[in-house]
């Protein structure tokens, strides 16, 4: 066979690899439901470690490495697990009922924001109807006045930090965390058709992801660097404009819809650059006790010495293990602050709520932001 005939038979192959995902896919469906009926814990793990068994078997037969075959696996597993996961909190919540869910985020389509909504979402509902709005706090606001059912709001970044103003958002206590989701953000060049860098004159991207690929933007000596109100904006601006000199920093999501060439992948100064998202909604949700969980606090201490590690001690005290810890100005109250909390543990669980108690005697004031199913940091458990 030439290439192109092995490329092809690639190509064949790569669909049937695609086809039996589906097919799977389709069968985790029924043994949620199962489950569900039955009252069966989500999670099996003499039975999933039978399946690693049986995988690296199959893999030494075929001639395939171990270690590729079982990590593969283990991110199926993954997904499998946090497919029926959604489920069970769908059901438990009566969020079943409808075949249709309407998110709220901050952007345009195509934008980071945009990807993480559809990937939370676009498995457990029929239709999934995204709208874009220009800040954060309007995408917050359409879920306030219940014109969507959620906003998915950026609080993290692992290059540029937390995002202060979701933290505000959520500081006003109007709106629950429901979920959480995380993106891996790889910063692409895009441009109208595939041409030299050196005929590139300006390039366009919101400002953390022009900070974020620094490095690479340096290297360009001739060509104009401005900031724009969002990726993916810039990458339909680029479209709009018509200008074969200007480029966009966006992801390639951005460039499928806007019909844009990928000149240049992995732009970041940093390769693994993942921004963490909150799902926020008008109620809480309650979430099995079966279910890894974080829960979100705002607190508030005393200005007492020692104020602050007293309310740590107690999370500490209950072996609970604490994954933030951010310090944000009180509003109206200068040189005075509140905390947000991530600890791991499900309120629905008698220690975790102990502990809440405890803790909320030593804090001047101690609200819970939501409860809801771990999904970033939470890998192998």
């Not at 909390?341 to 939501?370: C, H, M």
Request: proline share 3%; with cysteine; glycine share 4%.
């Amino acid at each position: 066979m030439d290439l192109d005939e092995i490329r092809k038979k690639l190509d064949q192959t790569d669909r049937k690899i695609v086809e039996a995902l589906a097919e799977r896919q389709r069968l985790v469906r029924e043994v949620s439901s199962y489950k569900i009926d039955e009252d069966r814990d989500i999670r099996d793990n003499d039975r999933e470690e039978q399946l690693l068994d049986k995988i690296a078997e199959l893999a030494r037969e075929a001639g395939l490495d171990r270690y590729f075959a079982e990590q593969l696996f283990k991110d199926i597993i993954h997904h499998s697990v946090r497919f029926q996961t959604h489920t069970l909190v769908d059901y438990q919540n009566a969020a079943s009922n409808s075949d249709l869910v309407r998110v709220a985020y901050q952007g345009t389509d195509g934008a980071f924001s945009h990807q993480a909504a559809l990937r939370h979402f676009e498995e457990r509902y029929a239709e999934v109807q995204c709208f874009g709005y220009d800040t954060f706090r309007q995408a917050a606001e359409a879920v306030e006045e219940s014109d969507v059912d959620y906003a998915i709001l950026p609080i993290e970044n692992t290059t540029a930090g937390s995002i202060n103003e979701t933290y505000d958002i959520l500081g006003d206590g109007k709106l629950h965390i429901t979920g959480e989701e995380a993106i891996r953000v790889i910063h692409c060049l895009l441009a109208l058709e595939e041409i030299p860098l050196d005929r590139i004159r300006r390039i366009m991207s919101h400002p953390q992801a022009l900070a974020q690929c620094s490095n690479f933007l340096a290297t360009l000596h001739s060509c104009k660097v401005e900031s724009y109100i969002d990726t993916a904006m810039s990458a339909k601006k680029v479209l709009e404009d018509g200008d074969l000199s200007q480029a966009a920093i966006a992801g390639s999501y951005a460039a499928e819809i806007y019909g844009l060439k990928i000149l240049k992948r992995d732009l970041a100064n940093q390769p693994e650059n993942f921004t963490r998202f909150v799902v926020v909604s008008r109620q809480p949700v309650e979430v099995d006790s079966q279910i890894p969980c974080k829960t979100s606090l705002l607190m508030v201490t005393s200005h007492d010495k020692g104020a602050l590690i007293r309310c740590l001690n107690v999370i500490d005290d209950h072996d609970i293990r604490m994954t933030k810890l951010e310090s944000r100005p009180k509003p109206n109250e200068p040189w005075k602050y509140q905390f947000y909390l991530d600890i791991e543990g499900n309120i629905a669980n008698a220690d975790t709520r102990v502990a809440l108690e405890e803790l909320e005697q030593k804090a001047s004031s101690l609200k819970v932001l939501g409860c809801y199913p771990a999904q970033v940091g939470n890998e192998g458990k």
